[in-house]
């Protein structure tokens, strides 16, 4: 093994399956099968999981029972249960709810955040201070998602400076956490080091979380690519299912089980048990009613076909 680059001996990762995913299939669970699933999900090792989110239940109808989910959630020690919030109330629900942990969305591009929620990034950030306001007096952790740092579908490249600049508008806030997401897929294994060497640069001893996609079929170069550079905490979804936004079924999100399989491959320790999470995976196909796109669950785990 002489010669190959040091990675990291631990990753952390944190489903967003039962959020991010569900809320892009067109069946809708059930409170109770959803419970079912975040109980199997807690069982594998997971300590983050993103439950559900506090929008409007017009808007978003498959997470419309996230309160409920929420009251009758059989909370597991050491997991921290997180939800996304788009608004001052949401925020107020979520952390009424009891979620451990709230999440807030803002665009890195001006165009792409005025699709999602019809406000300028400048409006955003005044809601995101409102928001902060209200989880932090609740003694919860607030962290933020910025999204299309990778590329947006409307601008194209995405400047770094700008990511940086609102990186700091959001500390200034007080978020706990940082996560870029590569919302549509337009990230490449050179540019995630490019942008993650420049947010170490201007933020030495921040964590920061990648939220990858594989629209481009590029997810899992890019979670290499991260951990050449030192990144350790990753989103991804069970099954694979959810986040994309071009075709229905197209790889989206990516893969927990996938993801697992090939750090355990590679001598990186996750703390999952990954059949525990390919059973989270076939139950969730039952439960759909149809194939996730999630690969290591048809070509099974190679060190049980190798012995
Ligand atoms: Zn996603």
């Known amino acids: 093994m002489i010669g190959l680059p040091e990675l990291p001996q631990r990753v952390s990762i944190r489903e967003v399956g039962p959020r991010d995913g569900l809320q892009n299939e067109d069946v809708i669970l059930s409170t109770a099968d959803k419970l079912r699933l975040l109980d199997a999900l807690g069982a594998t090792g997971l300590t983050q999981i993103e439950v559900g989110s506090f929008v409007k239940p017009q808007n978003v109808p498959q997470m419309a029972d996230t309160p409920e989910v929420f009251a009758r959630l059989q909370r597991r020690p050491g997991v921290i249960y997180s939800a996304i919030a788009p608004n001052v109330v949401g925020a107020q629900r979520a952390v009424e709810a009891g979620a451990d942990a709230v999440m807030v969305f803002l665009s890195a591009s001006e165009s792409h955040n005025r699709s999602n929620v019809n406000m300028s990034v400048e409006q955003s950030l005044v809601a995101v201070a409102n928001m902060a306001a209200v989880v932090r007096e609740a003694g919860k952790p607030f962290d933020a998602v910025l999204s299309v740092v990778f590329g947006c579908p409307f601008e194209g490249h995405v400047a770094i400076e700008r990511v940086l600049e609102l990186c700091e508008r959001l500390l200034n806030l007080g978020a706990g956490q940082l996560t870029f997401g590569d919302t549509t897929g337009m990230a490449y294994p050179t540019l995630v080091q490019q942008v993650v060497l420049a947010f170490r640069q201007r933020f030495p001893r921040q964590p920061l979380r990648l939220h990858l996609h594989s629209a481009r079929g590029a997810g899992l170069a890019n979670i290499l690519a991260a951990l050449q550079v030192g990144i350790t905490e990753f989103d991804s979804s069970i099954g694979g299912i959810g986040g994309c936004p071009f075709a229905p079924g197209a790889p989206g999100n990516l893969c927990t089980e996938d993801l697992t399989h090939m750090l355990h491959e590679m ?18 196909e039952t439960m759909l009613g149809h194939e996730v796109p999630g690969q290591t669950i048809k070509a099974g785990i190679c060190k049980h076909l190798t012995g």
């Not at 999952?272 to 059973?279: H, S």
Request: hydrophobic share 55%; aromatic share 0%; net charge negative.
């Open 267 to 284: 001598g990186i320790a996750t703390g999952l048990d990954l059949p525990a999470l390919m059973e989270c995976a076939r139950m969730l």
